[in-house]
């Protein structure tokens, strides 16, 4: 299985036009929100999807949200370029979840939580790392969709499905499935798309912080406590929360910090 996965990262087409001229604008100092718009405009389902996300009850903007213009000026260019990035790559790789138990709504449903919780808590730790961390956390959970896959091919959706409605650790339960988990899935993914190395290796070591070198490990730290947190079987649940706490205790970050970003979550979700 583990080899089947592989090669199929290596075969996937690559990212749209538009996923490129949006990053070349974000990454250009001369870059402007109306630049990005229009390329946005190009492709009606990064609007939809943008102005979704905008009008959610995640963001709790005091309006409604009708233009990609003001979606952007709202959000700014950093978390657009995350947003519609993340909309580009599930559009590819066609998402069905099943074997997870979620439904596509419910797995970006899910994504965009652990994202938002990221931004609030980082916002207070290290803004310098927040840009990395929004992107890393929004599409950590990206390599699932090939390990549902692979679980569906291999006739394997009952069993891995009752394991996972229970699991306290996701990535033990898809290792003794297909052999690799998500963090490993995801960051050949990227790597294989071209992605920020640091974001790569962020997400690779996320299910196995005390490997991550050094300069590597804050971040991975960081995405672990985010879906230690917000885990696919059980959302920002009491257990979850615990659990994550209990880490970030562990690992000497600030828990009221933590702790008020989760019941910030929790108020609007």
């Known amino acids: 299985m583990l080899e089947n996965i592989t090669e199929r990262i290596k075969t996937l087409p690559p990212l ?13 100092e001369n870059g402007t929100i109306n630049q990005l718009a229009k390329v946005i405009e190009t492709d009606p389902m990064l609007v939809a999807n943008l102005l979704k996300v ?9 309006r409604e949200i009708r233009s990609v213009l003001q979606a952007i000026s709202l959000f700014g260019m ?12 599930k559009k590819l790789l066609n998402v069905d ?9 419910d797995f970006v449903q899910i994504s965009a939580l652990q994202s938002r919780l990221m931004r609030e808590w980082y916002v207070k730790v290290d803004k310098k790392k927040l840009d990395v961390l929004f992107l890393s956390a929004l599409m950590q959970e990206t390599g699932k969709i090939l390990i549902a896959d692979e679980v569906v091919k291999n006739d394997e959706v009952v069993p891995f499905k009752s394991e996972i409605e229970t699991a306290v650790n996701i990535a ?15 960051s050949k993914i990227f790597e294989h798309w071209g992605f920020d190395e640091i974001m ?3 997400i690779r070591y996320a ?7 050094e300069d590597i490990r804050e ?5 672990k406590v985010v879906k230690t947190a917000v885990p696919m079987n059980a959302p920002l649940s009491e257990r979850s929360v615990t659990i994550a706490l209990n880490l970030i205790e562990k690992e000497g970050f600030n828990e009221a910090v933590f702790a008020d970003a989760v019941e910030k979550i929790i108020e609007n979700f």
């Open 78 to 89: 950093s978390t657009t370029r995350a947003l519609t990035t993340d909309v580009s790559i």
């Open 172 to 186: 033990e339960v898809e290792k003794s499935f297909v052999g690799i988990t998500t963090a490993q899935v995801t």
């Open 219 to 223: 971040y991975s730290l960081a995405l």
């Open 200 to 202: 790569v290796e962020a």
């Open 54 to 62: 905008a009008n959610s009850p995640l963001y709790s903007f005091r």
């Open 16 to 28: 749209p036009k538009s996923f490129h001229e949006i990053n070349a604008i974000c990454a250009n």
């Open 97 to 105: 979840i099943e074997p997870y138990g979620l439904v596509p709504e």
């Open 207 to 213: 299910d196995s912080v005390e490997d991550a070198p």
